[in-house]
Each structure stands twice: as C-alpha cells, then as structure tokens.
T-cell receptor
Framework: GENVEQHPSTLSVQEGDSAVIKCTYS??????FPWYKQELGKGPQLIID?????GEKKDQRIAVTLNKTAKHFSLHITETQPEDSAVYFC????????????FGKGTTLSVSS | NAGVTQTPKFRVLKTGQSMTLLCAQD?????MYWYRQDPGMGLRLIHY???????AKGEVPDGYNVSRLKKQNFLLGLESAAPSQTSVYFC??????????????FGSGTRLTVV
C-alpha cells in the first residue's frame, strides 16, 4: 500500500520568511496530493491540493509543487505570518479507485514575530 | 450547515469498557472515514465506508468496529477499550469524485483516554 513520508517534523521560521515542507510517496499510481492545516484543538482543514497532471499550483502565499518522476511533492509558504503556525499534513491517494487518503506524520510549523 | 459533527468531544474510559463514537454529516457525502491521531504518528486510517451499508478496514482496524446504517452517520465502536486506544479520533467525509475536489471535511475530533 501507499506510504507517505514527510519532513521536517518541526520547522521554526521568523515572520516574513519562507517555509518549505517536503513529502515523498511510494505508490506511483497515486494521483492526488492534498495538504491540510491543523490548528490546535481543531480538525485538519484542506488548504491546497494538486493532481498528478499538474506540476505546480498556487493560492496567494501558498504553493504546491509535484515531481512525479521522483515521487515527491512540496508545500511552500511565503511571507509567513504568526497565524500560519500550525501542524501541516501531506497526503496521497488514487482518485479513480476511491482509495482513502494516506497521511504523512505531520510538520509543526512555528512562526515567530 | 454543521458539516461533520462528532460526539462526544471528550471521554475517559476504564480498560475493558465499551463505547461508541458517533459521526454525523449533513452534506450528503457518500464516503466517510475514521482516523486516529497520535503524537508523532500523523493520521492513521481505522475504517472507512464508501456508501450506506458498506464498511472496509484501513491501516489500523484491530480493536474497532464500525457501522454505516444511515448515509449521514458513521459509528466507531470499541468493544473492550485498551490503553493503546488512547488517542484523538477524527471523522471525515467527502463527496463522490466527479473530477473536482477530492478533499475531505473533518470533524473537530473526539479525545479519548483509556485508563
């Protein structure tokens, strides 16, 4: 089955800096890669996703890149703000077969002002 | 529109006791999932359902049972709770994929402690 590895487990940046979180997946059939943000005491919330037919996707300060050949994808947050502090999870699945999302172990991002 | 509602939010059980966690969604989603979240382990899939009356095992199904008698509800049962089942449990749902978003909507979680 699919296995998703996520690095780093913790990341501390200064406000205004960029943050990058990386994930690798094992199943070459996976074609959907979402990123979730989880704030303290809440459930994860989808922030951006990418499908395997796209190499990059942006939404304001966040972007996701995908390298299918290397089987890795990354989350980029620019101009970080204290409210970006949270746990971020990557995940992977195969849309056509309806498989459940398999998540990475998460990255705790701390943005200090 | 509440989205995904989980009850209870907190519970303390004694080893060997049983309980049922309830997940309810009001979005008419076909797919529902139960995950557990443990420190350093991320979100691990326990069981899932692809429609009313169906259930399937995930990555860590042992010690849990599920039922999906109604489309809007997905129940997670612990027949004989063990300390290893101390965790935060999240329910999620999603609509049938038609080429758009495949994203999940998560509930706010149930924090379960087994002593």
């Amino acid at each position: 089955g699919e296995n998703v590895e996520q690095h780093p487990s913790t990341l501390s940046v200064q406000e205004g800096d960029s943050a990058v979180i990386k994930c690798t997946y094992s199943d070459s059939a996976s074609n959907y890669f979402p990123w979730y943000k989880q704030e303290l005491g809440k459930g994860p919330q989808l922030i951006i996703d990418i499908r395997s037919n796209v190499g990059e996707k942006k939404d304001q300060r966040i972007a996701v890149t995908l390298n299918k050949t290397a089987k890795h994808f990354s989350l980029h947050i620019t101009e970080t703000q204290p409210e970006d502090s949270a746990v971020y999870f990557c995940a992977a699945s195969i849309t056509e077969t309806g498989t459940a999302l398999i998540f990475g172990k998460g990255t705790t991002l701390s943005v200090s002002s | 529109n509440a989205g995904v509602t989980q009850t209870p939010k907190f519970r303390v059980l004694k080893t060997g006791q049983s309980m049922t966690l309830l997940c309810a969604q009001d979005m008419n989603h076909e797919y529902m999932y139960w995950y557990r979240q443990d420190p350093g382990m991320g979100l691990r899939l326990i069981h899932y359902s692809v429609g009313e009356g169906t259930t399937a095992k995930g990555e860590v199904p042992d010690g849990y049972n599920v039922s999906r008698l109604k489309k809007q509800n997905f129940l997670l049962g612990l027949e004989s709770a063990a300390p290893s089942q101390t965790s935060v449990y999240f329910c999620a749902s999603r609509e049938t994929w038609t080429g758009g978003t495949y994203g999940y909507t998560f509930g706010s979680g149930t924090r379960l402690t087994v002593v």
